[in-house]
Each structure stands twice: as structure tokens, then as C-alpha cells.
């Protein structure tokens, strides 16, 4: 299998922040855009954000518009996802993705990282 | 944005009987490029979802020749020919054509 592994979840205060983060190994991180996924407990996969091979472009769902920042980091293989400002709603796993090249198919998903927002 | 539906959201099916699931999108999926970005998805129970079919039909490294997908334009269907006991689980279409990518709701495959 092809190793992604998330962390950086727990417990959080709505209005509070947490940084996840997604080390890759195994392929040539640099050369594939990466993805962040997130599912509520019991709920379908919704899809969150999305950074470019050299990090100059990101995207994100309108739903984390605003509050929540995708970054990387190719010199360590590694992804990142900054959540700020965080609602009960945003309880989910979230999952870090990779895609293959020049596509959108997601191919491989790590494990995922649990993020509870409760006070 | 583009609204992908299921149907049916739950099937039961006898091992070793075919089983069918249906994905449609309110907007065509074909890209500027001439592909169509529908995938298909697996999630077994306490597992991250994984890769099962991509570009309608294409199976992914791995996946077993029983499952199979078609269709074109906005609706598109996944097909297990013989279902096993490790097909039990979650399965999801996903649509990356138009941005922002968006998901089924689920149909959740059980043995009867």
C-alpha cells in the first residue's frame, strides 16, 4: 500500500484551531496534487480542499471557505490542513488523498485523522 | 454545483447474486479534455475509502474483474457481477469533472 498518514486530530473548542498534517512516502510527493476529504460520523464523504503540485494554487469547498488553509511542504512530504475558527459541524475524519497525475482520480486515502469540535 | 444521487441507498443481496447501483448527476460529466471524471468508491466498514473504478470504467490496480462500471453523460452505473462477502460496505460515486467535486450520498451493500 501506498503510505499516507494523517494526524494531528482531537478535541477541539468550536472557535478554536488544530493543524493537521499528511506525510507521504513511497512516490514522488512533489509530482501529485493532494486532496483533503472529511467525513462526519455515520455520513458521506464531502470533499474539503485541494493544493497544486507546487502549492501556488488551492481550492476549497465553500463550506470551509475562509476558515480553513491547505498548505504543503514537498521538501518533507507533506501535506497540511489549517482549520480555524472551527463549528460543531466540522466533526468529521478527515482524510488526506492523492490523486494521479494530470486526472482527478483520487486513488489513494490515507487512514484519516479525527477532529471533534465540542465545548 | 453539480448533485450527484444514488439509488438505491441499501441493498441486500444473496452471495454469489449480481448487484446494481445507479449514480446520476444533474450536469453532464464530460471534461474540456474528453474524459468523464466518475469514479467509483469502496468503503469497507472501519476502513478509509479506496479507489474501485475511474473514468466510468477503468478498474483500478487490484480490484477484481467482478465489478464493472457504465454509462455516459449524466447517468452512470457500478455492477458487481457475483457478490462476496468482502464486497460488504459503502460504495460512493464521486465526480471530479466540474469544481467542486462532489460524492453519492452512499449505498450501503449488505449480504441478506
Known amino acids: 500500500e501506498l503510505p499516507l498518514v494523517e494526524s494531528g486530530g482531537g478535541l477541539v473548542q468550536p472557535g478554536g484551531s488544530l493543524r493537521l498534517s499528511c506525510l507521504a512516502s513511497g512516490f514522488s510527493f512533489s509530482h501529485y496534487a493532494m486532496h483533503w476529504v472529511r467525513q462526519a460520523p455515520g455520513k458521506g464523504l464531502e470533499y474539503v480542499s485541494t493544493i497544486s503540485t507546487d502549492g501556488g494554487s488551492a481550492y476549497y469547498a465553500d463550506s470551509v471557505m475562509g476558515r480553513f488553509t491547505i498548505s504543503r511542504d514537498n521538501s518533507k512530504s507533506t501535506l497540511f490542513l489549517q482549520l480555524n475558527s472551527l463549528r460543531p459541524e466540522d466533526t468529521a475524519v478527515y482524510y488526506c488523498?492523492?490523486?494521479?497525475?494530470?486526472?482527478?482520480?483520487?486513488?489513494?486515502w490515507g487512514q484519516g485523522t479525527l477532529v471533534t469540535v465540542s465545548s | 454545483d453539480i448533485v450527484m444521487t444514488q439509488t438505491p441507498l441499501a441493498s441486500p443481496v444473496t452471495l454469489g447474486q449480481p448487484a446494481s447501483i445507479s449514480c446520476r448527476s444533474s450536469q453532464g460529466l464530460i471534461h474540456s479534455n474528453g474524459k468523464t471524471y466518475l469514479s467509483w468508491l469502496q468503503q469497507r466498514p472501519g476502513q478509509p475509502p479506496r479507489l474501485l473504478l475511474y473514468e466510468i470504467s477503468n478498474r483500478f490496480s487490484g480490484v477484481p474483474d467482478r465489478f464493472s462500471g457504465s454509462g455516459a453523460g449524466t447517468d452512470f452505473t457500478l455492477k458487481i457481477s457475483r457478490v462476496e462477502a468482502e464486497d460488504v460496505g459503502v460504495y460512493y460515486c464521486l465526480q471530479a469533472t466540474h469544481f467542486p467535486w462532489a460524492f453519492g450520498q452512499g449505498t450501503k451493500v449488505e449480504i441478506k
Open positions: 488523498v492523492k490523486e494521479i497525475p494530470g486526472t482527478t482520480v483520487f486513488d489513494y
